[in-house]
């Protein structure tokens, strides 16, 4: 098993530009998350998924969009990258209930803005 | 709203024992987690506990909860250089979504 993988792994943007960060698992999770981490703020939730085809807003999903098209698959768009987007975004999932399932973590996208 | 409070930075020698604390907020937390972040790459559970529990051990990790004054801690036990890493304490949200609300992270340095 991958367990989760991240694509890519870095990337510099114009402000303005746009892109996709696509996040796959290979453990039939229902849950899944994108989330930011900056420096002395750990990681803030962007948005999240609990099943194919359902998403919700995180802690700040503003400048973002996500899609669930396939249960193995979460994406994250920028439509139009500020320098504040600047950050790591990683990737989780996890199985569905209320049992202490953890969170698995793919290794990162680092993202810059200019 | 929820939140979760960890100190920046902490410095050991090899051998010996680190502590790390965490403080939270939502006393309806079902599970709180430790996750370890080396340079470079993603999170990875190292430990939980559940919230009826005072206190868990693993090996040379050793959890803390006091959950009167809503306050966890990690124990490392002969601190190698191998644990200098970030680690994040995160709480797991009371809603039936799993998500996990973290701390700021506290980064660990081993000196020999």
């Known amino acids: 098993n991958a367990g989760v993988t991240q694509t890519p792994k870095f990337r510099v943007l114009k402000t303005g530009q746009s892109m996709t960060l696509l996040c796959a698992q290979d453990m039939n999770h229902e849950y899944m998350y994108w989330y930011r981490q900056d420096p002395g703020m750990g990681l803030r939730l962007i948005h999240y998924?609990?099943?194919?085809?359902?998403?919700a807003k995180g802690e700040v999903p503003d400048g973002y969009n996500v899609s669930r098209l396939k249960k193995q698959n979460f994406l994250l768009g920028l439509e139009s990258a500020a320098p504040s987007q600047t950050s790591v975004y990683f990737c989780a999932s996890k199985l569905a209930g209320v049992s202490p399932y953890e969170q698995y973590f793919g290794p990162g996208t680092r993202l810059t803005v200019t | 709203g929820e939140d979760v409070e960890q100190s920046l930075f902490l410095s050991v020698r090899e051998g010996d024992s680190s502590v790390i604390n965490c403080t939270y907020t939502?006393?309806?937390?079902?599970?709180l987690y430790w996750y370890k972040q080396e340079p470079g790459a993603g999170l990875q559970l190292l430990t939980y506990?559940?919230?009826?529990?005072d206190m868990k051990q693993d090996q040379r990790l050793t959890v803390l909860l006091n959950k009167k004054d809503k306050h966890l801690s990690l124990r490392i036990a002969d601190t190698q250089t191998g644990d200098s890493a970030i680690y994040f304490c995160?709480?797991?949200?009371?809603?039936?979504?799993?998500?996990?609300?973290f701390g700021q992270g506290t980064t660990l340095q081993v000196k020999p």
């Open positions: 506990i559940f919230s009826n529990m």
């Open positions: 998924s609990v099943g194919e085809g359902t998403t």
């Open positions: 939502d006393s309806s937390s079902t599970y």
């Open positions: 995160a709480e797991r949200d009371s809603g039936n979504t799993g998500k996990l609300i």
